[in-house]
């Protein structure tokens, strides 16, 4: 297992993309997994509609809040995902528009992932970035560094956003950390990203990962 590894180095990454005022950091968690998974398959990177997913995903609640796995299983109904160009975000609840012939990536299905962060290295390195639920109390005031708050202030047992792990390394204070990619925008952060202690459970960040599975 590497020291390091980023998928960012890897083009299997789109730029950090901005909800804006909805809660829909779900379905930037499950397109942000999709893209990856696809680059890593196909070879190339197409940036995916999370507006499809808001709009059209019946299983969740758009900008009130969904999850990752309903929307893995909602895009598999409706026959895939468009992309970000042809189905673009308004950052609001809108009428679907899904257009099965306009979509250009289909998954065949979807796998929870391991919560043993050891494990979770080894299938990101093998499999590709990975969806997860996190506890988002110590993002509201993030700024830099390896984010290690106490169970206290970040509770693994209120997991209220989803985002995306795309790597992990150790920081030059030999502190371990995940690299994860957010949707509130690039100046948010360390360039959009949040680092986050690997190795306890920091946030239960590793309580609800998942991942779509593509033939
Ligand atoms: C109102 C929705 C807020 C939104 C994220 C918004 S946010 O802007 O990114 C943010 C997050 C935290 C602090 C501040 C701001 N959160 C969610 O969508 C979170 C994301 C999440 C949680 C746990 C595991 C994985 C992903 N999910 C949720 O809020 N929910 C999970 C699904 C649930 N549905 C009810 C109807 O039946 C289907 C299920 C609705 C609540």
Redesign the pocket.
């Known amino acids: 297992l590497p020291d390091a590894f980023d998928w960012r180095n890897k083009s299997a990454v789109t730029h950090v993309k901005d ?1 804006g005022q ?5 379905a930037f ?1 499950t397109t942000g997994n999709v893209e990856g998974v696809y680059a890593i398959k196909k070879g190339e990177l197409i940036s995916l509609s999370e507006q499809e997913l808001v709009d059209c995903d019946k ?3 758009g ?6 796995s ?1 929307a893995y299983q909602a895009a598999m109904d409706m026959g895939g995902f468009e992309t970000e160009e042809d189905y673009p975000y308004k950052g609001r609840d809108a009428t679907c528009t899904f257009k099965k012939p306009a979509a250009k990536v289909q998954i065949s299905g979807w796998v929870n992932v391991t919560s043993d962060e050891t494990d979770m290295a080894k299938w990101l390195v093998k499999e590709g970035p990975i969806s ?3 506890n ?2 110590a ?2 005031l993030y700024v830099g560094g390896v984010s290690h708050p106490w169970k206290a202030v970040c509770s693994p047992k209120n ?4 985002v995306l792990i795309v790597g992990y390394g150790t920081d030059n204070k030999n502190k371990p950390y995940w690299a994860v990619k957010n ?2 925008g690039p100046h948010w952060g360390v360039k959009g990203y949040y680092l986050v202690y690997r190795g306890d459970g920091t946030c239960g960040l590793n309580l ?1 990962c998942t991942s779509a599975t593509m033939a």
Do not use: F, R, T, V
């Open positions: 909800q909805c809660g829909s950091c779900w968690s299983l969740d609640n900008c009130g809040g969904g999850l990752p309903n997860i639920g996190i988002a109390n993002m509201m997991l209220d956003h989803g949707s509130w609800m």
